[in-house]
């Protein structure tokens, strides 16, 4: 009690000296328990399926005044069990998700720097992988142009591994070295459009020579497209790569997608689409070069299936996907709804001489409950049936069933706001 009215009395202090800034902070709690048999890739014989408990914990705070927005985001992420129950010190510790500023340098213009979210469109190319507990954020600076008419972001970023006294080759794994990107949106009544073009750099570490070591850069430009009438929503994404990819091979790769979904009562919204992402035959580049799209920093555990065999660490340089599906989405009742959808995937090139490009299906479950406004809970099961393709890809013969389940709770409570 003590405590809470220190706290009080500190963020009173705090907003009675601008007493126009407006503070917010919330919290949120995270545990999910998963069952995987045959969660991205097909189930070995003679191993046992994995059960854990994942869990998030974040606080965040907002803190706005006249021209500057600033947000910091904490998080611990954990598997049940990770350390000891006597362990001085957590496993990861608590990071930075986000830890950004916004300054705004007139109504139309302003600056977005730090740690931070870069979320686009539908998330194809740009997301924050919000199912993963860790997600995703960018350390970069966004330029940033809003009117009546046209949403324009500038985005820059330049990662290095540590503070050098000579050169700039960047040694963290699984990050690029810079990308710059322009991002542009122009919203209507019915229809809207975003043209994105990002030049991507990876880093190329030679072990033999490092004088050799150099950034190799790989550039996406596509569109994303929305219309909306009446009951009726069509999304659309094209997409085009090319430069080099790491290992200095000539890109050329696309992605298509068009889908549509219709309202046919209040309560149930029913959508079938289909997405091609180009790759390469037998499932490598030859001849110096690659075909093989990939989606980058996107959200790709929301599309192609649920259970993760494409694009989630996975698939890269490969056969490239057909994916055909159909989903509903029925609301229940004002407190719970289900989501279904039905994959057929098929490889986008060539598997191999003795192999159909055929990959299998897949089914996905989910359904979610509203407790309270701060408190949720969603399930989920799904199902793939694999086919000989898919086998060939993944190098799996054994013919053992493939599903995953899990069970999740959100809880967000608001821990603090002066906001009207």
Same mark, same amino acid.
């Given at each position: 009690?003590?405590?809470?009215?220190?706290?009080?009395?500190?963020?009173?202090?705090?907003?009675?000296?601008?007493?126009?800034?407006?503070?917010?902070?919330?919290?949120?709690?995270?545990?999910?328990?998963?069952?995987?048999? %045959?969660?991205?890739?097909?189930?070995?014989?003679?191993?046992?399926?994995?059960?854990?408990?994942?869990?998030?914990?974040?606080?965040?705070?907002?803190?706005?005044?006249?021209?500057?927005?600033?947000?910091?985001?904490?998080?611990?992420?954990?598997?049940?069990?990770?350390?000891?129950?006597?362990?001085?010190?957590?496993? #990861?510790?608590?990071?930075?998700?986000?830890?950004?500023?916004?300054?705004?340098?007139?109504?139309?213009?302003?600056?977005?720097?730090?740690?931070?979210?870069?979320?686009?469109?539908?998330?194809?190319?740009?997301?924050?992988?919000?199912?993963?507990?860790?997600?995703?954020?960018?350390?970069?600076?966004?330029?940033?142009?809003?009117?009546?008419?046209?949403?324009?972001?500038?985005?820059?970023?330049?990662?290095?591994?540590?503070?050098?006294?000579?050169?700039?080759?960047?040694?963290?794994?699984?990050?690029?070295?810079?990308?710059?990107?322009?991002?542009?949106?122009?919203?209507?009544?019915?229809?809207?459009?975003?043209?994105?073009?990002?030049?991507?750099?990876?880093?190329?570490?030679?072990?033999?020579?490092?004088?050799?070591?150099?950034?190799?850069?790989?550039?996406?430009?596509?569109?994303?497209?929305?219309?909306?009438?009446?009951?009726?929503?069509?999304?659309?994404?094209?997409?085009?790569?090319?430069?080099?990819?790491?290992?200095? #091979?000539?890109?050329?790769?696309?992605?298509?997608?068009?889908?549509?979904?219709?309202?046919?009562?209040?309560?149930?919204?029913?959508?079938?689409?289909?997405?091609?992402?180009?790759?390469?035959?037998?499932?490598?580049?030859?001849?110096?070069?690659?075909?093989?799209?990939?989606?980058?920093?996107?959200?790709?555990?929301?599309?192609?299936?649920?259970?993760?065999?494409?694009?989630?660490?996975?698939?890269?340089?490969?056969?490239?996907?057909?994916?055909?599906?159909?989903?509903?989405?029925?609301?229940?009742?004002?407190?719970?709804?289900?989501?279904?959808?039905?994959?057929?995937?098929?490889?986008?090139?060539?598997? %191999?001489? #003795?192999?159909?490009?055929?990959? %299998?299906?897949?089914?996905?479950?989910?359904?979610?409950?509203?407790?309270?406004?701060?408190?949720?809970?969603?399930?989920?099961?799904?199902?793939?049936?694999?086919?000989?393709?898919?086998?060939?890809?993944?190098?799996?013969?054994?013919?053992?069933?493939?599903?995953?389940?899990?069970?999740?709770?959100?809880?967000?409570?608001?821990?603090?706001? #002066?906001?009207?």
């Amino acid at each position: 009690m003590k405590l809470k009215k220190l706290l009080n009395v500190l963020l009173f202090i705090l907003l009675s000296t601008q007493a126009k800034a407006q503070l917010s902070i919330n919290a949120e709690l995270r545990p999910r328990f998963e069952y995987r048999h %045959g969660f991205k890739t097909l189930f070995p014989d003679n191993e046992d399926p994995a059960a854990f408990v994942s869990q998030r914990t974040r606080l965040n705070s907002v803190y706005d005044i006249e021209k500057l927005s600033f947000h910091l985001s904490l998080q611990d992420i954990r598997i049940w069990g990770d350390v000891p129950q006597l362990n001085s010190t957590d496993k #990861n510790g608590v990071g930075i998700h986000q830890a950004w500023g916004k300054i705004r340098l007139d109504p139309n213009f302003s600056l977005k720097v730090g740690r931070q979210e870069i979320i686009y469109d539908d998330q194809r190319i740009f997301g924050n992988v919000d199912w993963a507990q860790q997600a995703r954020s960018h350390d970069a600076l966004l330029v940033n142009y809003d009117d009546s008419k046209y949403t324009i972001n500038l985005g820059f970023a330049f990662n290095q591994n540590e503070e050098n006294l000579t050169g700039t080759t960047l040694a963290t794994p699984g990050t690029y070295k810079s990308i710059q990107y322009i991002w542009i949106h122009k919203q209507g009544n019915k229809f809207s459009a975003s043209l994105l073009f990002l030049n991507n750099g990876l880093q190329f570490i030679d072990d033999i020579n490092s004088n050799n070591n150099e950034t190799r850069y790989s550039q996406t430009l596509g569109t994303h497209l929305n219309y909306m009438a009446n009951n009726l929503k069509m999304t659309s994404n094209i997409y085009y790569q090319f430069g080099n990819d790491m290992a200095n #091979n000539n890109l050329t790769a696309y992605l298509l997608s068009l889908e549509g979904s219709y309202k046919i009562t209040p309560k149930t919204n029913l959508g079938l689409g289909a997405e091609l992402i180009s790759g390469n035959d037998n499932g490598s580049p030859s001849n110096h070069k690659n075909k093989a799209f990939s989606p980058l920093y996107g959200t790709n555990h929301k599309f192609n299936g649920l259970m993760d065999y494409f694009y989630v660490g996975n698939h890269a340089n490969n056969v490239g996907l057909l994916d055909i599906y159909t989903h509903a989405k029925i609301v229940l009742n004002e407190k719970s709804n289900l989501n279904l959808a039905v994959h057929k995937f098929a490889a986008a090139a060539k598997i %191999g001489p #003795n192999s159909n490009k055929l990959l %299998g299906a897949e089914l996905d479950m989910v359904y979610g409950y509203e407790i309270q406004k701060e408190i949720g809970i969603s399930a989920g099961y799904s199902h793939l049936f694999a086919s000989q393709g898919m086998e060939n890809v993944k190098g799996n013969t054994d013919g053992n069933t493939n599903n995953w389940g899990w069970i999740m709770l959100t809880i967000n409570p608001v821990l603090f706001s #002066n906001k009207d």
